[in-house]
């Protein structure tokens, strides 16, 4: 049993050659990857994105440890067992069609990851089709939405009514985000929820589920 | 005695030498040929090819440096923008500088009640009216993404109402090559067609290309249709360090410079000759925020290199911003972040120069900052303005009068002042400057206070020339949906 000091403050640091150190440390000292994974890195990135929302951390230093918890996540993958609570969530993501923006996105794909979600990103001018399609593969727990520019946030409600059409509304969560974007919108385009940047994108995701 | 004749220097800012244009206008090229750029606008890519681009497999677009030489030797020096009434009051060349408003913004400040709430079609009017009425603002752009009109047509309306509301020049956004070419109707309606707007253009079409090196097919479409129709266009690109581009300053100029250049190609291989007003948008985004920054320093810097490198390069009039904030409210943060912009842009001789009175990392318009930046304006203006030197201004005579006088003589009483004071000081209109006891005695107002009963009593007293009713029924036309 282990208090992944070490490894917490590896992935704090964003330091990814010490941290890979730790967690092969923890594996040979006997922890069991989930426990490495819950206890040592998500614990730990839930540290980072707390200081990050508190202005104590740069986006860089954020995600250096987003990446570093990514690659140690990596290293663990042959040793979780069947059964293992791997993951808080699915989260299907993508530009809407027509929109070709993607930082925003990315940025959010990398914190909902940070904080312990599996992402599938589907990139950038996503047609409401193709969301629809891939929701029926992955069957996401939440499908976040993004648009920069306001010629594009109607097809945000468009492929919100796709899902509807498909049958698959109820089935997850949907989420939006972007420059134009406000949160009576979301109300309007019958969204469960909006989130203004990529901090916040994680707690309403969190929320949404009911998991802290 | 022989009057003193003295050129006057303008005080210019110069922020980079002749090797760092050179190298940061090498390393624009080096990407062009070597990394290339994604052109997905079919038309335009076949324009390139034709005119011996090379395409990689993976569909990237390299650009040799000969076509980008071409297309700076094609491009007009100089663009003349007009007023609706026909008088050239942009002509845009040199050191010549102007300033005017910002695009589509989110949110504004209501100037009734104080609070940031969705903008609307009588925004985007109430922004063009107080433009018409401030004497230093030069240009409208809409201010506001208004969200009463219908979202396939937004621009179409919010070109109409600026149109209704103002006489200046407009710089307007369109979404594709389906509503620009409305716009460009209901512009052909004010100055009475085709031909009389491309002889005295009062519109510029601002478009934006997706960092890095992106460019989208409805993007290029505008760029077409303005590169044909003589439209005058810019084209910067987001290539903001941290964001679309490096964070260091020079890559993103470079990258951004890239950017532009690829416009300008496609634009003069369409329309050689058409006027393409040169510039990338080169901010910072915000590492704790992820926001675009409307107040940084960054953003005045490389704008002032630009303008060096115009100088010494490019020789075409180029696009630039000012006047604008990241503070939520125009409060202490909104005046330095403000003053700083238009103070550089117009010590760097930027030409065009954009998004005045916006706040919230131009998500959020003001009126009143709008109004506040006219004042401003006019504070950079005196001291871009420098000394004058000669007889008149030494005042030697005066000097003799005053010291040599009769007792009591001072120079408040003398002719010399009472003929020089208007134009050798400047005088502030909401800058306060009254003693404290007279201050207080008027309300203890700060300059937001100013600012809100000018912005109030300009809406309420300015009259704007209105369109016949001959192109007002042409608009309405225009309007309707199809």
Not at chain 1, 45 to 50: I, L, P
Not at chain 2, 441 to 461: F, P, W
């Given at each position: 049993m282990s208090d992944f000091k070490a490894l917490s403050e590896a992935v704090n640091k964003g330091d990814t050659k010490t941290a890979l150190v730790e967690a092969q440390k923890a594996l040979d000292a006997g922890s069991s990857a989930e426990e490495i994974l819950n206890k040592g890195l998500i614990t730990a990135m839930n540290e980072v994105g707390d200081k990050f929302s508190k202005g104590l951390l740069f986006v860089p230093q954020m995600l250096r440890s987003a990446k570093t918890m990514q690659e140690c996540t990596k290293l663990l993958q042959p040793f979780f067992q069947e059964g293992d609570v791997l993951s808080k969530g699915k989260v299907l993501i993508g530009t809407v069609k027509g929109d070709l923006h993607d930082i925003g996105k990315n940025l959010v794909s990398m914190m909902l990851e940070g904080a312990g979600f599996t992402i599938t990103d589907m990139g950038v001018d996503v047609s409401p089709e193709k969301f629809v399609e891939k929701t029926r593969e992955v069957k996401p727990d939440i499908i976040a939405l993004s648009a920069l520019l306001s010629t594009t946030m109607p097809a945000m409600a468009q492929t919100i009514e796709a899902l509807q059409k498909a049958g698959l509304r109820d089935k997850a969560k949907v989420m939006i985000g972007g420059a134009p974007v406000t949160e009576k919108y979301a109300q309007q385009i019958n969204a469960d929820s909006y989130a203004s940047d990529a901090g916040s994108a994680v707690n309403k995701a969190k929320a949404l589920l009911g998991i802290s | 005695m022989k009057p003193t004749e003295v050129p006057t220097f303008r005080p210019r800012l110069k922020v980079l030498n002749r090797e760092q244009i050179l190298a940061i206008h090498n390393a624009a090229l080096e990407i062009l040929e070597k990394t290339g750029v994604k052109m997905e606008h079919p038309g335009a890519l076949g324009t390139l090819v034709s005119a011996g681009c090379k395409v990689s497999d993976q569909g990237w677009v390299r650009i040799p440096a000969k076509l980008v030489e071409d297309a700076l030797s094609s491009a007009p020096r100089q663009i003349d923008l007009y007023d609706q009434k026909g008088n050239k009051t942009m002509p845009l060349v040199n050191?010549?500088?102007?300033?005017?408003?910002?695009?589509?913004?989110?949110?504004?400040?209501?100037?009734?009640?104080?609070?940031?709430?969705?903008?609307?079609?009588?925004?985007?009017?109430?922004?063009?009216?107080?433009?018409?009425?401030?004497?230093?603002?030069?240009?409208?752009?809409?201010?506001?993404?208004?969200?009463?009109?219908?979202?396939?047509?937004?621009?179409?309306?919010?070109?109409?109402?600026?149109?209704?509301?103002?006489?200046?020049?407009?710089?307007?956004?369109?979404?594709?090559?389906?509503?620009?070419?409305?716009?460009?109707?209901?512009?052909?309606?004010?100055?009475?067609?085709?031909?009389?707007?491309?002889?005295?253009?009062?519109?510029?079409?601002?478009?934006?290309?997706?960092?890095?090196?992106?460019?989208?097919?409805?993007?290029?479409?505008?760029?077409?249709?303005?590169?044909?129709?003589?439209?005058?266009?810019?084209?910067?690109?987001?290539?903001?360090?941290?964001?679309?581009?490096?964070?260091?300053?020079?890559?993103?100029?470079?990258?951004?410079?890239?950017?532009?250049?690829?416009?300008?190609?496609?634009?003069?291989?369409?329309?050689?000759?058409?006027?393409?007003?040169?510039?990338?948008?080169?901010?910072?985004?915000?590492?704790?925020?992820?926001?675009?920054?409307?107040?940084?320093?960054?953003?005045?810097?490389?704008?002032?290199?630009?303008?060096?490198?115009?100088?010494?390069?490019?020789?075409?009039?180029?696009?630039?911003?000012?006047?604008?904030?990241?503070?939520?409210?125009?409060?202490?943060?909104?005046?330095?972040?403000?003053?700083?912009?238009?103070?550089?842009?117009?010590?760097?001789?930027?030409?065009?120069?954009?998004?005045?009175?916006?706040?919230?990392?131009?998500?959020?318009?003001?009126?009143?900052?709008?109004?506040?930046?006219?004042?401003?304006?006019?504070?950079?203006?005196?001291?871009?303005?420098?000394?004058?030197?000669?007889?008149?201004?030494?005042?030697?005579?005066?000097?003799?009068?005053?010291?040599?006088?009769?007792?009591?003589?001072?120079?408040?009483?003398?002719?010399?002042?009472?003929?020089?004071?208007?134009?050798?000081?400047?005088?502030?209109?909401?800058?306060?400057?009254?003693?404290?006891?007279?201050?207080?005695?008027?309300?203890?107002?700060?300059?937001?206070?100013?600012?809100?009963?000018?912005?109030?009593?300009?809406?309420?007293?300015?009259?704007?020339?209105?369109?016949?009713?001959?192109?007002?029924?042409?608009?309405?036309?225009?309007l309707q949906p199809h």
């Amino acid at each position: 049993m282990s208090d992944f000091k070490a490894l917490s403050e590896a992935v704090n640091k964003g330091d990814t050659k010490t941290a890979l150190v730790e967690a092969q440390k923890a594996l040979d000292a006997g922890s069991s990857a989930e426990e490495i994974l819950n206890k040592g890195l998500i614990t730990a990135m839930n540290e980072v994105g707390d200081k990050f929302s508190k202005g104590l951390l740069f986006v860089p230093q954020m995600l250096r440890s987003a990446k570093t918890m990514q690659e140690c996540t990596k290293l663990l993958q042959p040793f979780f067992q069947e059964g293992d609570v791997l993951s808080k969530g699915k989260v299907l993501i993508g530009t809407v069609k027509g929109d070709l923006h993607d930082i925003g996105k990315n940025l959010v794909s990398m914190m909902l990851e940070g904080a312990g979600f599996t992402i599938t990103d589907m990139g950038v001018d996503v047609s409401p089709e193709k969301f629809v399609e891939k929701t029926r593969e992955v069957k996401p727990d939440i499908i976040a939405l993004s648009a920069l520019l306001s010629t594009t946030m109607p097809a945000m409600a468009q492929t919100i009514e796709a899902l509807q059409k498909a049958g698959l509304r109820d089935k997850a969560k949907v989420m939006i985000g972007g420059a134009p974007v406000t949160e009576k919108y979301a109300q309007q385009i019958n969204a469960d929820s909006y989130a203004s940047d990529a901090g916040s994108a994680v707690n309403k995701a969190k929320a949404l589920l009911g998991i802290s | 005695m022989k009057p003193t004749e003295v050129p006057t220097f303008r005080p210019r800012l110069k922020v980079l030498n002749r090797e760092q244009i050179l190298a940061i206008h090498n390393a624009a090229l080096e990407i062009l040929e070597k990394t290339g750029v994604k052109m997905e606008h079919p038309g335009a890519l076949g324009t390139l090819v034709s005119a011996g681009c090379k395409v990689s497999d993976q569909g990237w677009v390299r650009i040799p440096a000969k076509l980008v030489e071409d297309a700076l030797s094609s491009a007009p020096r100089q663009i003349d923008l007009y007023d609706q009434k026909g008088n050239k009051t942009m002509p845009l060349v040199n050191g010549n500088y102007f300033y005017g408003t910002g695009s589509d913004a989110t949110f504004t400040v209501d100037v009734e009640t104080g609070e940031r709430r969705r903008s609307t079609l009588k925004d985007a009017a109430n922004f063009a009216k107080l433009v018409d009425g401030l004497e230093n603002m030069d240009f409208a752009m809409s201010m506001s993404n208004p969200a009463d009109a219908p979202i396939e047509d937004i621009y179409v309306h919010v070109f109409a109402e600026m149109v209704k509301n103002t006489n200046k020049p407009i710089v307007f956004i369109a979404d594709s090559g389906r509503d620009i070419a409305k716009i460009y109707q209901i512009a052909c309606q004010v100055v009475g067609g085709e031909e009389a707007l491309q002889k005295k253009p009062f519109i510029l079409n601002y478009s934006e290309a997706i960092s890095p090196l992106r460019f989208p097919e409805n993007v290029m479409d505008r760029l077409i249709f303005c590169a044909e129709k003589r439209i005058p266009i810019c084209l910067p690109s987001g290539s903001n360090a941290g964001g679309g581009a490096p964070v260091t300053l020079a890559g993103a100029m470079a990258l951004g410079i890239a950017e532009n250049l690829v416009g300008l190609v496609v634009h003069q291989l369409v329309g050689k000759g058409s006027p393409f007003l040169f510039g990338p948008n080169v901010s910072t985004l915000d590492m704790k925020s992820t926001i675009v920054s409307y107040g940084c320093p960054e953003w005045s810097l490389t704008q002032a290199a630009l303008a060096d490198m115009r100088d010494e390069l490019y020789g075409l009039p180029i696009w630039a911003y000012a006047g604008a904030s990241d503070a939520k409210v125009m409060d202490a943060q909104a005046g330095a972040e403000a003053m700083f912009s238009i103070v550089t842009a117009m010590l760097s001789r930027a030409n065009l120069i954009h998004d005045v009175g916006f706040l919230e990392y131009g998500s959020t318009s003001s009126l009143e900052m709008v109004t506040m930046a006219n004042e401003l304006i006019a504070m950079s203006r005196f001291f871009t303005d420098g000394i004058t030197v000669n007889e008149e201004t030494l005042a030697l005579e005066a000097i003799e009068r005053i010291a040599t006088g009769a007792p009591g003589s001072i120079f408040l009483m003398d002719d010399h002042t009472f003929e020089h004071f208007m134009q050798a000081q400047f005088l502030p209109k909401l800058l306060d400057r009254f003693r404290y006891d007279s201050w207080e005695e008027s309300g203890s107002s700060d300059l937001y206070k100013h600012c809100n009963i000018e912005a109030k009593r300009i809406l309420s007293e300015h009259q704007v020339e209105p369109k016949s009713t001959e192109v007002l029924k042409g608009i309405e036309q225009i309007l309707q949906p199809h």
